[in-house]
């Protein structure tokens, strides 16, 4: 069946700009994730949705950073006034979200480049 | 104090060898984990989850310890194709808040 489903799988944007990127998650799965990873760098948390829950919004680095979802579908993080630090993979991974053991499966991410 | 902390590495290592990695974290009241395995610019996925008793599949074993709050992975008899990155996960409130270590990598050499 379909995986997790990210778009697009490349940008590149001028500082300053705003970007939206997106995220299709398994049908059915009700926890959602994005992550960064700057190169050669480990994943880096930035928020958690879970269900109809309010979201865990600890690990966004400032208030230019914000992600929505709607139900349990679709999920768009948005970066506003793009700084070239911005420059990552935006990693998305969802899961069952049911039981402790619940695998979290992740989308090919996309890689931003800000220039 | 991070929530999980990983040595980065790199651990270069020939084949055959045994290697193993250890993963702490901060929240005590964690009560699953898991080992996902992570190739060169590719996304992560899943290795094995860590249960209480400790479990194997394969050449591969994870540990948890419980009183030192660390979880480790043992991975016997390397092999070239073993080279990643591993990364650790802990499952932070049991409410599947999962949080990634920084991950460590490791080649096998011929």
């Known amino acids: 069946g379909a995986g997790v489903s990210q778009s697009p799988s490349n940008k590149v944007t001028e500082k300053g700009k705003d970007v939206e990127l997106r995220c299709d998650p398994i049908?059915?799965?009700?926890?959602l994730y994005w992550y960064r990873q700057r190169l050669g760098q480990g994943l880096e948390f930035l928020i958690y949705?879970?269900?109809?829950?309010?979201?865990?919004k600890s690990g966004l680095p400032s208030d230019r950073f914000s992600a929505e979802r709607t139900g349990e579908s679709v999920s768009t993080l948005t970066i506003q006034r793009t700084q070239q630090e911005d420059s990552a993979v935006y990693l998305c991974?969802?899961?069952?979200?049911?039981?402790?053991?619940?695998?979290?499966?992740f989308g090919q991410g996309t890689r931003l480049t800000v220039v | 104090r991070k929530e999980v902390e990983q040595d980065p590495g790199p651990f270069n290592v020939p084949e055959g060898a045994t290697v193993a990695f250890n993963c702490t974290y901060s929240n005590s009241a964690s009560q699953s984990f898991f080992w996902y395995r992570q190739d060169c610019r590719k996304e992560p996925k899943l290795l094995m989850s860590v249960y209480s008793s400790g479990n194997e599949d394969g050449r591969f074993t994870a540990q948890l310890n419980r009183a030192s709050q660390y979880i480790s992975l043992l991975i016997r008899d390397s092999k070239l194709s073993d080279s990643a990155t591993y990364l650790c996960?802990?499952?932070?409130?049991?409410?599947?808040?999962?949080?990634f270590g920084a991950g460590t990598r490791l080649t096998v050499k011929p």
């Open positions: 049908s059915g799965h009700t926890a």
């Open positions: 991974a969802s899961s069952l979200g049911e039981g402790a053991f619940t695998e979290a499966f």
């Open positions: 996960v802990v499952n932070l409130n049991n409410n599947n808040d999962m949080r």
């Open positions: 949705f879970q269900g109809n829950s309010a979201p865990d």
